[in-house]
């Protein structure tokens, strides 16, 4: 099923509406898939509109915070792992996030169902160098991050 929506523009519903979109991160472009929690036979929710425009709206902000949080995520996993004191070739020595930038990727924008969390509520994915299985993800509440962790954390 197909839907052109107000907001979000066409979306294919796949166990929820998807969209592949373009988006800017720190200069570099990014092919990457919106997926917007819902139903079929239900129309998107406006709080989801909020979210996501409000997101859109903050982007070139939210980005700062973004790589500050998942820069902070990174060097205590680092740590945890032992990592900082013991080498990793999958784990190298990052503290800038010039470097960081390297070794992420944007990957997809999740916008989950509103009662979720209280808020705009936004999922951000990342595929990251460190861990190709889980990834890297960040969960948004009111364009403030709210938790940073595997790509689990975003959906």
């Not at 990174?74 to 032992?82: D, T």
């Not at 960040?138 to 595997?150: A, D, F, P």
């Amino acid at each position: 099923m197909i839907i052109n929506d107000e907001i979000f523009g066409e979306l294919n519903y796949e166990f929820g509406w998807t969209k592949d979109t373009t988006i800017n991160f720190f200069g570099k472009e990014y092919e990457i898939s919106i997926m917007i929690d819902g139903e079929e036979d239900e129309e998107i929710d406006e709080e989801q509109h909020e979210s996501y425009t409000s997101l859109l709206q903050h982007w070139g902000e939210l980005q700062h915070s973004f790589i500050d949080a998942i820069l902070k995520y990174y060097i205590q996993k680092r740590h945890e792992l032992g990592y900082d004191v013991e080498v990793n070739e999958s784990y190298p020595s990052i503290t800038t996030t010039d470097q960081l930038l390297n070794h992420i990727s944007l990957s997809g924008i999740t916008i989950p169902f509103p009662d979720i969390n209280e808020g705009r509520d936004i999922g951000i994915t990342f595929d990251c160098t460190w861990d190709n299985e889980n990834g890297l993800g960040l969960r948004i509440v009111n364009e403030q991050v709210l938790k940073v962790g595997y790509q689990d954390v975003a959906i």
